[in-house]
């Protein structure tokens, strides 16, 4: 029996405790834990150590020594998916995961979304909801469930739009992109779904989502930018434009392109060049500059944007400014050669 008072850390498991949990998809119960070896006093200390984690009741996981590195949003989503596996387990079959709770293990994992309660719905009929997890009725009824990691989830397409209808617009935004990137859904089969829950609460922000989505974006922070770049009224961008020199080679593949414009945006996400040294800061800045050469502008985007929408806008318009001065300069040296040469040559 691996017993408690080991040190200060008790990280690790027994074997057969941890090869329950590989199986399970990360979780285990107190029944499990029993049968491991170990004692109701053994949980305590784990729990207390913070080298398990109480899933709910009767119900834990593994934290593991990497899961303080996690961003505060990858934590949410380790720790909801462990407990929505663990609540379909114990539904006995009754009941597939839905909404937000489908959407992560279809791979869609948007951290703003509202992950403080596991959805589950039911395929007869309606079950009691708890303060971390919400029961759904089959309305409309689950007719083609899809397995992932041996849990059955309502279709893609359905946990978008399930998931989309109770949250905001750019978030709802981000979580339509990334399905279609992902190839989980596509718009055809997203507006089917939209069809499903017709006149239900939140309809009309999802349809909206839906017509703006654009599986080009490659993140969430591009979504959200892409949301307040329309809100501002700015023109449509060419979205993972390629540009090219002369020559044609590829010089950069810019997030967003306003070609009328000569403007090009990018996303720089928080987490971008963390722990990568110089070397990409580097290359970023050679990219940049070779981007300038050609006569671009170049506005860089961050989360702090986002929450700032006049200054952005402001920055923007300065960097069209500065290159219609350019290209007019340029049009003025140009007809000056012009007139040298028909003066010279008379």
Known sequence: MEGAGFGCMLWGMNLKLSTVAARRGGWFDRADVLAAGYSDDDIHLRIKDGSWVRLFRGVYAEVGVDYDLLASWDQRIWRHVRTAKAAYHQAGGGAVLSHQSALLLHGVQIGDLDLSRVHLTNLARLGRSTRWMCQHAPRPPVLDPVEVEGVCLTPAPRSVVEAIRGTSYPVAVSVVDEALRRELATAAQLSEALGLFGGRTGIGTATRAVQFGDGRSESAGESRLRVLMADLGLPKPRLQAEIRDLSGRLVGRVDFLFEEWGVIVEFDGALKYAGKGSAPLVLEKAREDALRDLGY??????????????????????????????????LSAAGNLQGVSRRTSR
Do not use: G, H, Y
Request: avoid cysteine.
């Open 297 to 330: 502008e170049v506005v860089r985007a961050t989360w702090p944007d986002l929450s700032a929408p006049a200054a952005f806008a402001v920055r923007v318009a300065q960097a069209r400014d500065r290159s219609r001065r350019r290209s007019n300069a340029v």
